[in-house]
């Protein structure tokens, strides 16, 4: 705050006691190598292709996993030109061009030279500009390398584009590695699910894929056909059965949706799904029973969902009781007939 640098902590502490301050160097590096790597990217991207950044965002790494950082600039960033990017990033890598941080008193001339969206308004003494060789001079209060081959390699992943605005996610030093580890580890453990070369992953997936849509199809069909039939076996009992109750482990949306066309006009109670699988339950039939047989159910199911009228719809997540469901209807048919 103003000159005055703020630490957060876990507890507190009385004034004027001693502490030991302890770097966590391993991030402080990695957050070094990400925070230098933007301002290079940045500086390339807006003095060579036209292309201004507008804020940016550090990922943290978390639970072993490789924080992707993104710079947002002002317009797209085409295929060629991040190649071209990142091309000079690392050729400015392997020319361990200097970084150095230069410290001006306000007013000093020098700092006109220094790239800046303004200074924020507590700040009071010295302000630091960051040199990346001929490249970049920019105003900065952060932590930065004092070489660019500290940075080791920069990789420019992809871009995207959300609400007129770009999105250049980059890995920089270390966390190029450890993504590239990670990558290897997941290659690794789908040559064993697929039984076949890295080169023909994709080949087979999309095989896999294509053949699941066919299999999807087909199934969805047959159950839309067993639908059909289970209605019309309740449609010739005679006279009309007071409900129906179907249970179907394997029911989809469009076997449910068959059901409820066919037999409009019964008192329908359907239940899929099967345990260790979210189900589904659905009732309907004229007046209020729908509703009050939907929210029995879903106490005897561990449901949750509602409805109103002539339908009620649920999630359905324990199958213990599942044998009790159409006793439990017979008995508020029952009770509202009293």
Not at 9 to 32: H, I, P, S, Y
Not at 279 to 305: A, R, W
């Amino acid at each position: 705050r103003g000159p005055d640098p703020i630490h957060f902590l876990q507890a507190d502490l009385e004034v004027g006691a001693k502490v030991k301050q302890v770097v966590d160097w391993t991030r402080r590096f990695d957050n070094m190598q990400q925070h230098s790597g933007q301002h290079l990217i940045s500086a390339l991207l807006e003095n060579e292709h036209d292309i201004n950044t507008t804020s940016w965002w550090m990922a943290e790494n978390n639970n072993g996993k490789v924080g992707v950082s993104y710079i947002e600039l002002d317009k797209a960033v085409s295929a060629d030109v991040s190649r071209v990017v990142e091309e000079r990033c690392n050729q400015l890598i392997r020319d361990a061009t200097p970084v150095t941080v230069h410290v001006y008193q306000p007013g000093d001339p020098e700092l006109e030279k220094g790239h800046t969206r303004g200074l924020p308004a507590d700040h009071t003494g010295p302000i630091r500009l960051i040199q990346i060789g001929d490249v970049d001079s920019n105003l900065c209060c952060g932590t930065h390398v004092s070489s660019l081959s500290h940075l080791q390699a920069i990789k420019l992943l992809h871009t995207e584009t959300k609400k007129g605005k770009t999105y250049l996610y980059f890995l920089v030093g270390s966390r190029v590695l450890n993504y590239l580890a990670q990558t290897l580890d997941r290659e690794k453990a789908l040559t064993v699910v697929l039984r076949n070369g890295p080169e023909d992953h994709l080949d087979l997936v999309e095989k896999m894929q294509k053949n699941l849509k066919i299999t999807s199809k087909t199934s969805s069909n047959l159950l839309k056909e067993i639908a059909h039939e289970e209605a019309e076996k309740y449609k010739k009992i005679d006279p009309k059965p007071d409900f129906v109750f179907i249970y179907r482990k394997e029911g989809d949306s469009d076997y449910l949706s068959t059901l409820i066309k066919e037999l409009e006009g019964y008192l329908l109670v359907v239940v899929t799904g099967e345990k260790g699988t979210a189900g589904q339950l659905v009732v309907t039939g004229q007046g209020d029973l729908p509703v009050t047989i939907g929210k029995k159910l879903c106490e005897l199911l561990e449901g949750k969902g509602g409805g109103k009228g002539s339908r009620f719809n649920a999630k359905i997540n324990n199958y213990k009781k599942i044998d009790t469901v159409e006793q439990t209807i017979k008995d508020i048919i029952q009770s509202s007939q009293q």
